[in-house]
């Protein structure tokens, strides 16, 4: 079929927006984002997960009924792309209006002048609790409003059909507890492990728990210079008492570690009587696999302190310097962010709120009783910290702790090359 010579045009100009990233642009001031008639257009970008999806359309309808003078554009894409997606558009100069950003991001971000300052920073940082603001504050500016505290510490799933069958009344109350309710909850088949008593192997939860555990020895895990230091007495003890779960008291192993399946898909098929994982996975549970009979408890402290714990700042959203529709963008994150929109927003999407008069609403913890642990620990997180690039830093820890638990390194070497190797890529983000 003959293909006119403006369609063939057409063809061209299409395919040069789809390789720049065009589709999201909010570079220019023109019809794009703002008409004649005083119309405006938002292009907000997010990651791709379907209650998370869906709760961003309940709240931009809602905004758009109230400002029928704006228009928002929402467009999402799978989690594994987006973050790339994002530097492409800002490096373009054609990023969204309004991008949803993880917090570990931002600060990338921020230091590059690509973000506007949420007005008023001072006051507005104050309704937040720490861990969630770390990473949208440079300076001690705010360049991004978060809306979860992401934890995933603090909490674990447990079977209390399974501890019961033990003897267990009641869910572990101090480590040593922990370790010896474990070993009692762990089903061999052979040399495999049928249930796992006290599984923690993923690929967040290896590092989290490495990083509460010298925390609540009442130490630091960084150094001078946004360096790491686990060259210290309690980050051995710490990266010590994980190895010896998996190594002598053999109470997970690392066969699922990198799987398609999170630890927590384990748990709600049986495979696991006590999880180490995020209060998030509680959807999966109650949505996926339509089981109740579990529960979310705390997990002891390894010491007598408080169980105290590292956080990454998690999702918010941010609003990009090269928008020509800053003070709309500015204005619907404010929208997105006050108590009744948000709460609504946290509760749909199974995630913690970051904002303190949420957390402390006892609507919320009514509407989501399954929050009770997570939301009682919040007060006790820190900020991770200024972790340049943080798949490295993950990677870093759990590749070297699966050379641990394997014997092919001890544990001192082990931390000596996670710490060496996390300060060299440290250094190579500040050039």
């Known amino acids: ?33 703002a008409n004649a008639q005083g119309k405006v257009k938002l292009v907000l970008w997010s990651h791709q ?29 799978p989690y594994d792309v987006y973050n790339q997606k994002l530097k492409a558009s800002f490096s373009a100069a054609t990023p969204p209006d309004v991008a949803e ?112 555990l010298i925390l609540q020895q009442n130490a630091s ?12 007495s309690e980050a051995e003890k710490a990266m010590s008492a994980l190895v010896s779960l998996i190594a002598d008291d053999q109470v997970a192993d690392l066969t699922t570690f990198g799987g398609e399946l999170d630890t927590s898909d384990y748990f709600f098929r049986g495979n696991s009587a006590m999880t180490y994982r995020g209060p998030w996975t509680i959807a999966a549970g109650l949505n996926n696999y339509k089981v109740n009979d579990f529960e979310y408890v705390p997990v002891p402290s390894f010491t007598d302190n408080p169980p105290s714990f590292a956080a990454e700042s998690g999702w918010g959203l941010t609003v990009a310097k090269q928008s020509k529709q800053q003070e709309a ?6 929208f997105f962010s006050e108590k009744e929109n948000l709460e609504s927003w946290n509760t749909e999407t199974f995630t913690v709120p970051a904002k303190k008069e949420i957390a402390e609403d006892p609507e919320y913890l009514k509407n989501n009783p399954y929050m009770k642990t997570p939301l009682e620990v919040l007060s006790l997180g820190q900020w991770i910290g200024p972790v340049a690039d943080r798949d490295y830093f993950f990677k870093q820890v759990n590749d070297h702790f699966q050379l641990m638990v394997t014997g092919r390194l001890s544990v001192k070497e082990g931390l000596a090359k996670i710490e060496q190797a996390i300060n060299d890529n440290q250094d190579q983000h500040k050039r």
């Open 101 to 212: 950003m993880f917090g570990t991001w931002v600060p990338n971000y921020s230091r590059n002048d690509l973000l506007v300052e949420i007005p008023d920073s001072e006051t507005v940082k104050q309704a937040y609790y720490e861990a969630p603001l770390g990473g949208y504050l440079r300076d001690g500016k705010l360049y991004g409003l978060p809306l979860e505290y992401n934890i995933e510490n603090g909490g674990m799933l447990i079977h209390p059909q399974m501890l019961k069958e033990q003897g267990y009344d009641q869910p572990p109350s101090t480590w040593a507890e922990l370790v010896e309710y474990a070993k009692k909850l762990t089903v061999k088949n052979g040399n495999a492990l049928q249930v796992k008593g006290f599984d923690f192997v993923s690929s967040d939860n290896i590092t989290f728990t490495f990083l509460s």
């Open 49 to 77: 997960e379907d209650q998370i999806v869906n709760a961003y359309k309940e709240i931009i309808s809602k905004y758009e009924a109230l400002h029928p003078e704006t228009t928002i554009e929402y467009q999402t894409f």
């Open 221 to 232: 895990f960084w150094g001078e210079n946004e360096h790491v230091n686990f060259s210290t």
């Open 1 to 33: 079929m003959r293909i006119p010579k403006f369609m063939l045009m057409l063809a061209v100009v299409c395919m040069v927006f789809v390789a720049t990233g065009c589709t999201g642009s909010s570079k220019s001031g023109d019809d794009t984002n």
């Open 329 to 334: 963008a500015l204005d619907f994150i404010r």
